[in-house]
């Protein structure tokens, strides 16, 4: 490219706001020279993770830097029209006068028709079935948001801020609530026919087994997660836990879960096997709280992963845990809507 035609496309870029400029760089010859940024003064993004327990959300800039001490948090509404009127009131609390939120990023659990942006099934998240909450979120606000599994929004999320690292052809498994799978393969998110691939927690593990929130019996979400385990330990004891205090009462030594912890990493080492041996990918990342419980906890599942997975494709993989969060991702699905309308269509 030419000079002018570079300069005349900062220009264009600097004027619709996406990108700005910093300090100068001071020049022994010349004049100083300008030093150019994403923009994330005058523009920003917002990104919504919304799950069974609770919604967080955060504005953050172009480059996708949060604003940490700009986060809400809230517990998640029963109901679909409260869900809608929470969200509205939570995005009007983080809007400056000052700044443009340009693109809203919402994550969910479930099955979701990307085209038509309906929440079609969320076995976690029942209240928003055949609903669209970013279309309806964007219509309340006039902002663009967009809607996407929670898994894919993990996924856009390594891939932004691990941009570093080689990352076309990986997995991303999210054991925390339920069991998804994410996956990129060719440098491009596998999305299946209507957007909605990537159920592996709904494969039956035990026809007999406990109730999923699908409806069916012995789906591995039922036992391969954070809150598979935390199942386990609250009708052991007889009280309802979640996964951060049971972390907290073995790492202290007032509770022993070997037992649940042992069944839960063999159901998983099931689920990562599967995952290696139909999509052959380089890295397989693992989203979730279970390997904080005890230490060892990871490298005991990776010897039971080794004991089922094909050889070859194993030994091609690397098995790591995810370094994003979902808030993380939600943010990575507002930069990305935003950069995918304004850049060039690929056939």
């Known amino acids: 490219m030419s000079a002018p035609t570079i300069s005349k496309a900062v220009d264009s870029l600097l004027k619709s706001g996406l990108i700005e400029e910093g300090e100068a760089r001071r020049s022994i010859i010349g004049r100083p020279a300008r030093i150019l940024r994403l923009a994330k003064e005058k523009v920003q993004v917002l990104g919504i993770a919304l799950d069974a327990v609770e919604i967080v959300m955060v504005t953050a800039g172009l480059d ?38 340009v693109s809203i990023g919402l994550s969910l659990p479930g099955l979701i028709r990307s085209r038509s942006g ?8 029942h209240m928003t079935d055949g609903h669209t909450p970013a279309q309806d979120l964007q219509d309340r606000l006039g902002i663009t948001c967009t809607l996407i599994h929670e898994t894919d929004a993990l996924l856009l999320a390594e891939r932004m801020y691990h941009s570093s690292e080689s990352l076309d ?28 691939s990537g159920e592996l927690g709904h494969l039956t ?7 999923c929130g699908c409806g069916n019996r012995g789906c591995l979400e039922t036992v391969a997660t954070d809150q598979a385990f935390a199942t386990l330990i609250s009708e052991r004891l007889g009280r309802s836990l979640d996964i951060d205090e049971i972390t907290r009462l073995v790492r202290e030594g007032e509770l022993v879960a ?72 939600s943010v990575a699905t507002a930069v990305s809507s935003l ?4 850049g060039p269509t690929l056939n």
Request: aromatic fraction near 6%.
């Open 64 to 101: 996708g830097a949060i604003e940490s001490e700009r986060t809400l948090t809230a517990p998640t509404p029963r109901t679909y029209a409260a869900l809608l009127d929470s969200l509205e009131t939570f995005v009007r609390q983080l809007l400056r006068p000052e700044v443009a939120i």
């Open 118 to 125: 309906v929440s079609v099934f969320s076995p976690n998240l």
């Open 258 to 329: 070997d037992v649940e912890l042992r069944r839960t990493c063999e159901s998983l080492s099931i689920a990562i096997a599967a995952a290696i041996n139909l999509f052959n990918p380089a890295t397989l990342l693992i989203h979730g709280k279970l390997f904080d419980v005890q230490d060892g906890l990871f490298e005991i599942t990776l010897e039971l992963v080794r004991r089922r997975a094909l050889a070859p494709s194993l030994q091609d993989c690397q098995i790591q845990r995810a370094r994003c969060t979902k808030l993380q991702g």
């Open 205 to 211: 593990i035990d026809p007999n087994g406990r109730l």
């Open 339 to 342: 950069t995918d309308a304004l």
């Open 169 to 196: 052809d990986f997995v991303m498994m999210d054991i925390s609530i339920g069991l998804g799978l994410g996956v990129f393969t060719g440098g491009r998110r596998l999305a299946g026919h209507s957007g909605m």
